[in-house]
Protein backbone atom coordinates (compact mmCIF):
# COMPACT_ATOMS: atom_id res chain seq x y z
CA UNK A 1 0.00 0.00 0.00
CA UNK A 2 1.82 3.57 -0.93
CA UNK A 3 1.71 5.97 1.94
CA UNK A 4 -0.95 8.80 1.99
CA UNK A 5 0.13 12.52 1.30
CA UNK A 6 -0.33 14.66 4.44
CA UNK A 7 -2.98 16.15 3.41
CA UNK A 8 -5.13 12.78 2.27
CA UNK A 9 -3.91 11.64 6.06
CA UNK A 10 -5.02 14.71 7.43
CA UNK A 11 -8.28 14.31 5.55
CA UNK A 12 -8.18 10.32 6.45
CA UNK A 13 -7.90 10.69 9.87
CA UNK A 14 -10.35 10.15 12.43
CA UNK A 15 -10.49 8.46 16.00
CA UNK A 16 -11.07 4.74 16.21
CA UNK A 17 -11.82 2.20 18.80
CA UNK A 18 -11.90 -1.61 17.16
CA UNK A 19 -9.07 -3.16 15.93
CA UNK A 20 -8.92 -6.08 13.18
CA UNK A 21 -6.07 -8.65 14.67
CA UNK A 22 -3.64 -7.61 12.01
CA UNK A 23 -0.49 -7.18 13.65
CA UNK A 24 1.33 -3.92 13.62
CA UNK A 25 4.59 -4.62 12.31
CA UNK A 26 8.34 -3.59 13.97
CA UNK A 27 9.21 -2.01 10.77
CA UNK A 28 6.43 -0.05 10.57
CA UNK A 29 5.61 0.68 14.28
CA UNK A 30 9.55 1.94 13.91
CA UNK A 31 8.60 4.03 10.98
CA UNK A 32 5.82 6.02 12.60
CA UNK A 33 7.72 6.79 15.76
CA UNK A 34 10.46 8.13 13.71
CA UNK A 35 8.32 9.58 11.71
CA UNK A 36 6.92 11.15 15.14
CA UNK A 37 10.38 12.30 16.63
CA UNK A 38 10.86 14.59 13.55
CA UNK A 39 8.44 16.93 15.36
CA UNK A 40 9.64 20.45 15.79
CA UNK A 41 10.76 21.23 19.31
CA UNK A 42 12.34 24.44 21.04
CA UNK A 43 16.13 24.31 21.46
CA UNK A 44 15.93 20.81 19.95
CA UNK A 45 15.21 19.32 23.30
CA UNK A 46 12.84 16.26 22.30
CA UNK A 47 11.79 15.50 25.77
CA UNK A 48 8.90 12.81 24.43
CA UNK A 49 9.30 9.22 25.09
CA UNK A 50 7.49 6.06 23.40
CA UNK A 51 6.46 2.91 25.14
CA UNK A 52 5.15 0.33 22.90
CA UNK A 53 3.08 -2.16 24.64
CA UNK A 54 2.06 -5.29 22.78
CA UNK A 55 1.94 -7.90 26.07
CA UNK A 56 -1.76 -8.38 26.21
CA UNK A 57 -1.33 -8.33 30.39
CA UNK A 58 0.08 -5.39 30.53
CA UNK A 59 -2.14 -4.22 28.30
CA UNK A 60 -4.92 -5.49 30.59
CA UNK A 61 -3.08 -3.52 33.42
CA UNK A 62 -3.50 0.16 31.35
CA UNK A 63 -7.31 -0.79 30.17
CA UNK A 64 -7.99 -0.77 33.78
CA UNK A 65 -5.48 2.76 34.87
CA UNK A 66 -7.68 4.25 31.54
CA UNK A 67 -11.10 3.86 33.68
CA UNK A 68 -11.99 0.75 31.27
CA UNK A 69 -11.73 2.44 27.48
CA UNK A 70 -11.64 -0.87 25.24
CA UNK A 71 -9.24 0.30 22.73
CA UNK A 72 -6.87 -0.16 25.94
CA UNK A 73 -6.57 -3.81 25.66
CA UNK A 74 -7.93 -4.49 21.74
CA UNK A 75 -5.50 -2.57 19.86
CA UNK A 76 -2.64 -4.74 18.57
CA UNK A 77 0.14 -1.71 19.81
CA UNK A 78 -0.79 0.69 22.61
CA UNK A 79 1.51 3.86 22.34
CA UNK A 80 2.20 4.98 25.78
CA UNK A 81 3.63 8.95 25.17
CA UNK A 82 5.85 10.56 28.42
CA UNK A 83 7.77 13.46 28.54
CA UNK A 84 11.18 12.96 30.45
CA UNK A 85 12.68 16.23 30.66
CA UNK A 86 15.42 14.68 33.69
CA UNK A 87 16.34 12.38 30.75
CA UNK A 88 16.16 14.74 28.04
CA UNK A 89 18.52 17.56 29.70
CA UNK A 90 20.92 14.41 30.49
CA UNK A 91 21.24 13.40 26.89
CA UNK A 92 21.09 17.06 25.82
CA UNK A 93 24.82 17.47 24.23
CA UNK A 94 23.62 14.35 21.91
CA UNK A 95 20.68 16.59 20.78
CA UNK A 96 23.00 19.73 19.96
CA UNK A 97 23.48 19.65 15.78
CA UNK A 98 26.58 18.47 14.66
CA UNK A 99 27.07 20.91 12.41
CA UNK A 100 27.58 23.77 15.09
CA UNK A 101 30.75 24.80 16.15
CA UNK A 102 31.96 22.99 19.46
CA UNK A 103 31.70 26.11 21.43
CA UNK A 104 28.29 26.64 20.37
CA UNK A 105 26.89 23.62 21.08
CA UNK A 106 28.68 23.74 24.47
CA UNK A 107 26.92 27.37 25.17
CA UNK A 108 24.05 26.14 23.94
CA UNK A 109 23.91 22.88 26.47
CA UNK A 110 24.87 25.41 29.26
CA UNK A 111 22.43 28.06 28.04
CA UNK A 112 18.97 25.41 28.13
CA UNK A 113 20.49 23.65 31.13
CA UNK A 114 20.82 27.14 33.44
CA UNK A 115 16.85 27.92 31.74
CA UNK A 116 15.70 24.79 33.08
CA UNK A 117 18.02 24.29 36.40
CA UNK A 118 16.26 27.46 37.30
CA UNK A 119 12.29 26.16 37.13
CA UNK A 120 10.14 24.28 39.64
CA UNK A 121 10.58 20.69 37.98
CA UNK A 122 6.51 21.19 37.73
CA UNK A 123 6.98 23.65 35.32
CA UNK A 124 9.85 21.97 33.63
CA UNK A 125 7.62 18.81 32.92
CA UNK A 126 4.87 20.99 31.96
CA UNK A 127 6.71 22.70 29.05
CA UNK A 128 8.00 18.93 28.04
CA UNK A 129 3.90 18.03 28.07
CA UNK A 130 3.08 20.68 25.55
CA UNK A 131 6.31 19.73 23.38
CA UNK A 132 5.16 15.95 23.37
CA UNK A 133 1.47 16.94 22.36
CA UNK A 134 3.16 18.06 18.84
CA UNK A 135 5.02 14.94 18.42
CA UNK A 136 1.61 13.04 19.05
CA UNK A 137 -0.06 15.28 16.15
CA UNK A 138 3.47 13.90 14.19
CA UNK A 139 2.30 10.46 15.38
CA UNK A 140 -1.55 10.10 14.81
CA UNK A 141 -1.07 11.30 11.04
CA UNK A 142 2.14 9.37 10.35
CA UNK A 143 0.13 6.28 11.73
CA UNK A 144 -2.78 7.16 9.36
CA UNK A 145 -0.34 7.86 6.36
CA UNK A 146 0.91 3.75 6.57
CA UNK A 147 -2.59 2.93 6.99
CA UNK A 148 -3.28 2.87 10.96
CA UNK A 149 -6.21 3.89 12.94
CA UNK A 150 -5.52 5.52 15.97
CA UNK A 151 -7.46 7.08 19.26
CA UNK A 152 -5.30 9.22 21.17
CA UNK A 153 -6.94 9.26 24.85
CA UNK A 154 -6.24 11.84 27.81
CA UNK A 155 -8.29 9.86 29.93
CA UNK A 156 -6.33 7.79 32.02
CA UNK A 157 -4.40 7.89 35.97
CA UNK A 158 -1.36 8.62 35.52
CA UNK A 159 0.25 7.76 38.37
CA UNK A 160 -0.56 4.26 37.86
CA UNK A 161 0.30 4.11 34.51
CA UNK A 162 3.84 5.53 35.22
CA UNK A 163 3.90 2.52 37.99
CA UNK A 164 2.35 -0.34 35.67
CA UNK A 165 5.43 0.86 33.26
CA UNK A 166 8.39 1.69 35.92
CA UNK A 167 8.23 5.08 34.44
CA UNK A 168 10.69 7.99 35.87
CA UNK A 169 8.82 9.61 39.29
CA UNK A 170 9.57 12.86 37.46
CA UNK A 171 7.83 11.90 33.87
CA UNK A 172 4.27 13.30 32.81
CA UNK A 173 2.11 11.25 30.60
CA UNK A 174 -0.11 13.34 28.00
CA UNK A 175 -1.30 10.65 25.81
CA UNK A 176 -2.54 7.09 25.60
CA UNK A 177 -2.49 6.33 22.01
CA UNK A 178 -4.09 2.79 20.62
CA UNK A 179 -3.07 2.02 17.16
CA UNK A 180 -4.38 -0.96 14.61
CA UNK A 181 -5.92 -1.64 11.77
CA UNK A 182 -9.62 -0.33 11.75
CA UNK A 183 -12.33 -2.74 12.12
CA UNK A 184 -14.87 0.22 12.08
CA UNK A 185 -15.12 3.32 9.90
CA UNK A 186 -15.31 5.70 13.04
CA UNK A 187 -17.29 9.19 12.82
CA UNK A 188 -17.35 11.01 9.67
CA UNK A 189 -15.20 14.16 10.64
CA UNK A 190 -17.01 17.30 11.85
CA UNK A 191 -15.35 20.57 12.30
CA UNK A 192 -15.94 24.46 12.53
CA UNK A 193 -15.60 26.43 9.38
CA UNK A 194 -12.02 28.15 8.86
CA UNK A 195 -13.62 31.23 9.47
CA UNK A 196 -14.77 30.10 13.18
CA UNK A 197 -10.90 29.21 14.17
CA UNK A 198 -8.61 31.73 11.65
CA UNK A 199 -9.01 35.74 12.02
CA UNK A 200 -6.53 37.62 9.65
CA UNK A 201 -5.75 41.08 10.84
Do not use: C
Amino acid sequence: MSELTVSAAIEARRSIRTFTDAPVPDADLTAIVTLAGRAPSAWNVQPWRYVAVRDPAIKARLMGAAYGQAQVGAAPVLLVVYSDMVGALEVLPEAAHPGMPQAARDGMVAQVRGIFGGMPPAMAEGWGNAQSYISIGFLLLAAQSHGYATSPMLGFDAAAVKEILGLPANATVPALVAMGVAAEDGFPTHRFPVDRILRTV
